[in-house]
């Protein structure tokens, strides 16, 4: 079975600041996607970024960006110039691929704080 | 619609009573997923459904809990005679199809009294 560990259940940047948040993971599937996902107090589960394990360029998005270390289950999110809108949940989540019901399996999550 | 809507936001019953969630997936997405938040067990799956079928309800922690689709859309979670820890929060998701990313709704928060 997959497991993600998030050994982070909070962090705290100031704003237009730099933060990364880590993930590991524990899989023996090589053909997978991990994906970050964002929570803010209304519940709403936003993606943020998502990568596939058979790229190895690192997936970016605006001010997101990952390190991905497929060697090491390794996937940590880099967050540039902080927002206050960027205060969340943080969760990791592994998908194996291809077949079955492609479910996520997720991390406990990382509280970020965005201090002004 | 635009995305996935959940209904009740929030829902309070008693011990014992049963409840239905609701989640309406993105239009024309084929794939619908239940999962669980509380704050001890996290993030859980609960059940999928590809079309009106459920072919991986192994994340469903006991034969109180039932879901169904029909038409290929909507779905319901049933939990019957409901315990204190199924407080949590249920979120659905839909995706269009294989290895698509999967759209969360806002979630039901149930709380059992």
């Known amino acids: 079975a997959q497991t993600v560990t998030q050994s982070q259940p909070e ?3 100031q704003e237009a600041e730099t933060v990364t948040l880590s993930c590991t993971y524990d899989t023996s599937e090589s053909d997978y996607y991990l ?3 964002k929570q803010p107090p209304s519940r709403q589960m936003i ?3 998502r990568q ?13 960006s990952v390190n ?7 996937f940590s999110l880099k967050i540039s110039d902080s927002q206050l809108g960027d205060a969340a949940m943080y969760f990791c989540a592994f998908l194996r691929v291809p077949g079955g019901s492609e479910k996520l399996v997720f991390g406990k999550g990382t509280k970020l704080t965005v201090n002004p | ?5 959940q209904s009740p ?11 239905e969630l609701r989640c309406d997936p993105i239009s024309g997405h084929t794939a619908l997923y239940w999962y669980r938040q509380s704050l001890g067990q ?3 799956f609960l059940i999928y459904f590809q079309g009106n079928s459920a072919p991986d309800k192994s994340g469903l922690p006991s034969d109180r809990f039932s879901a169904e689709r029909t038409g290929g859309s909507v779905s319901t979670l049933t939990i019957q005679r409901t315990q204190q820890e199924d407080s949590a929060v249920y979120l659905c998701a839909s995706r269009r199809g294989p290895r698509s990313t999967q759209y969360f709704g806002p979630g039901t928060r149930l709380t059992v009294l």
């Open chain 1, 11 to 13: 962090m705290s940047v």
């Open chain 1, 35 to 37: 994906f970050w996902y």
């Open chain 1, 47 to 49: 993606l943020v970024i």
């Open chain 1, 52 to 64: 596939e394990a058979y790229k190895q360029q690192n997936a970016t998005e605006n001010r997101f």
């Open chain 1, 68 to 74: 991905f270390q497929k060697a090491a289950k390794s």
């Open chain 2, 1 to 5: 619609g635009a995305g996935v809507s």
């Open chain 2, 9 to 19: 936001s929030n829902k309070v019953t008693e011990k014992g009573k049963d409840v």
């Open chain 2, 42 to 44: 996290g993030l859980e």
